[in-house]
Every structure is written in C-alpha cells, then in structure tokens.
C-alpha cells in the first residue's frame, strides 16, 4: 500500500540555519502531497500542499517540491527561528472507500536552539 | 470560522474500562476523520464518515472501538474495554467533502488517553 517515510528525528538546530527534512513517498496512483505541523500542545495544522508534478508548496517561509521523478517532497527554510520548534509530518492522501484520508510518516521533531 | 472542538483534552483511566471521546466538526463539512496518533509515531486513519454514514471503517478494531455521527455533525468515538495499548492522542478532523484529493483536512487539538 501506499507510504511515507521520513527523515528520523531529532533535528537540532541554531537559530537562523538552513532546515531540510527528508520525505519520500510510494504509491500506486497520484497522490496530492502535504506537510503538517504540530506545536507543541496544540492540534495538527497544514503548512503547505502540493498537487501534481514540479508543483511548489509554501508558507511561512517553508518550502516543498512535489518530485515525481524522485518520489520526493522535502521540507526546507533558508533560516530557521525558535518559533519553528514543532514536530513535522509529511503526509499524502490515500483513497478510502469513499473519497480521501490522510496517510502520515512518523514525524520529524525540530528544535531550533537561540 | 470556529475550528474543530474535542473533548475531553485529557483522559486517565483504567485498563477494562470504558471512555468516550467527542467531536464537533467545522460547519458544513460533510467529511469527519477519527485518527489514532501512538507516541512517535504519526496519525493513523480509524474511521471516516460523510454525513452521518461510515464510508471506512477498515482499521477500527471493532471489538473493542465503535463511532458514531448523528445527524451528520458531532461524533462520538467509544472504547469499551480499554488496553494499554490504546494509550494514544485521539485526533478528530474534518472536511468540505471526501472527493477532492488535495482538500485540506482540519484537526482539532486532539484528546491523548492513557491507559494504566
């Protein structure tokens, strides 16, 4: 079936650096792509979302390119701030029986130290 | 617009026992998702509905796991009896409808039970 699997975490690092975390999917058909985000004691929220080929999710200074070639969405951000210390999901959507539902890899926790 | 509201947000009890997790979606979404996030790892699909109607129930251990969604808007999602292994964050979302692929799903804060 399908999957996404996602870079281990925990990532470390400094105010201001360059962020990069790997995403890599396998499915049988076309999904759309997202990344969520989930601060700390709060709900999952969408950042950003793709839904075909060389499309370029972004927001709040992240960024993603749906690769079909390299079945790939990678999360980056050219200079990371503590505020970004959440944990990160990539996820695609999968078909149901009726219509949509998520399907997650396991989370990437960020921390961005001052 | 209001997000979508869970409650209770904490839930302790025993194992063999039951508890009860509510769900109130954004309005006018016909879609809602339960999903089970175990520590570490990420959300995995239970149940989902369109209106009041289950459209996929294949992962919900149904021995032990029932849901339901009246009249098409709240839903409820009850274990009866728990184990420890349903230690989790319980996680409601919902959508305009199910037929979009890149919709966005809206997630409510969750409800985490742990199970002693």
């Known amino acids: 079936g399908d999957s996404v699997t996602q870079m281990e975490g925990p990532v470390t690092l400094s105010e201001e650096a360059f962020l990069t975390i790997n995403c890599t999917y396998t499915?049988?058909?076309?999904?759309?792509l997202f990344w969520y985000v989930q601060y700390p004691g709060e709900g999952l929220q969408l950042l950003l979302k793709a839904t075909k080929a060389d499309d370029k999710g972004s927001n709040k200074g992240f960024e993603a390119t749906y690769r079909k070639e390299t079945t790939s969405f990678h999360l980056e951000k050219g200079s990371v701030q503590v505020s970004d210390s959440a944990v990160y999901f990539c996820a695609l959507s999968d078909r149901t029986n009726s219509g949509y539902a998520l399907n997650f890899g396991k989370g990437t926790s960020l921390l961005v130290t001052p | 617009e209001a997000g979508v509201a869970q409650s209770p947000r904490y839930k302790i009890i025993e194992k063999r026992q039951s508890v009860a997790f509510w769900c109130n979606p954004i309005?006018?979404?016909?879609?809602l998702y339960w999903y089970q996030q175990i520590l570490g790892q990420g959300p995995k699909l239970l149940i989902q509905f369109q209106n009041n109607g289950v459209v996929d129930d294949s992962q919900l251990p149904k021995d032990r796991f029932s849901a339901e969604r009246l009249k098409g808007v709240d839903s409820t999602l009850k274990i009866q009896p728990a184990k420890l292994e349903d230690s989790a964050v319980y996680l409601c979302?919902?959508?305009?409808?199910?037929?979009?692929?890149?919709?966005?799903?809206?997630f409510g804060p969750g409800t985490r039970l742990t199970v002693l």
């Open positions: 979302a919902s959508r305009v409808e199910p037929g979009r692929r890149a919709d966005t799903q809206y």
């Open positions: 499915a049988t058909g076309y999904p759309s």
């Open positions: 309005s006018g979404h016909a879609t």
